[in-house]
């Protein structure tokens, strides 16, 4: 059979996945050494019909390829940490994932929360707290309400307005869409809150670099009487 597409991460086992493995380890990268793993096909390669295996047992060669039929990878994945919950009342916290949600409303769907420790491979929003992102996959029905608290590697700022959220869908590798604003932040712990989140996806924070701010400044000139001049300045959060 032939595929007619782009391939990225290919893994044989001789081990039945159970659904939360699965789920767990889609957008992580592997060592090459789990049990039951036969091969593990990463294409970390730029040229070449030779394809290295992970394991270091099954190595490939690729028919009908060419250097130039290489790319670079903008899929959601690399090293990091996933755990599963059942979504509930009040606060779920996903072990070594370093985020937790606090749902005012739920429905028992299931969740797999990934962090990853790689920045995207592509398009970043401006500022971006770029050490790590997020991918949240719902496996169920119903609306909730929850509020997301991320603990970041980096230092946060103290003011809330300035950290913001980023989203975009789980398994895009397009342009980033600002969601929400902070509505608190732990300095010492590096955690910023943010309300009323009501869809997952892939997330990640940044600072909001600019502030666009109007200012109107009262002066008087010598002889004349004082006017007023009203203009807008972008100022930098800190």
């Known amino acids: 059979r032939y595929l007619q597409g782009q391939m990225d991460e290919a893994r044989i086992w001789n081990t039945a996945r159970t659904e939360q493995e699965v789920r767990e380890h889609m957008h992580l990268t592997l060592n090459g050494d789990e049990t039951g793993l036969v091969a593990y096909y990463n294409f970390d390669l730029i040229s070449g019909a030779m394809l290295s295996d992970k394991t270091g047992k099954h190595p490939g060669a690729l028919k009908n390829m060419a250097d130039a039929d290489w790319m670079d990878s903008t899929i959601a994945a690399g090293t990091g940490v996933s755990n599963t919950q059942t979504e509930t009342i009040g606060v779920v916290d996903f072990t070594g994932t370093r985020l937790s949600m606090n749902f005012s409303t739920a429905d028992s769907a299931v969740l797999t929360t990934t962090r ?58 397009c342009s980033w869409t600002q969601i929400a604003t902070a509505s608190s932040v732990n300095v010492a712990a590096h955690t910023a809150t943010f309300n009323n989140i009501t869809s997952f996806s892939q997330f990640i924070l940044a600072v909001k670099s600019r502030v666009d ?18 203009f807008n300045v972008a100022a930098t959060a800190s």
């Open 116 to 173: 990853i420790d790689d920045g995207p491979a592509n398009t970043l929003p401006a500022s971006a707290f770029d050490r790590q992102y997020w991918v949240v996959n719902r496996f169920g029905s119903g609306a909730f309400n929850t509020a997301l608290s991320f603990t970041v590697s980096e230092d946060l700022p103290s003011d809330p307005g300035s950290i913001v959220l980023y989203s975009r869908s789980s398994t895009s590798d």
């Open 213 to 230: 701010e109007t200012i109107t400044v009262t002066a008087n000139a010598p002889g004349t009487a004082a006017y007023n001049s009203t």
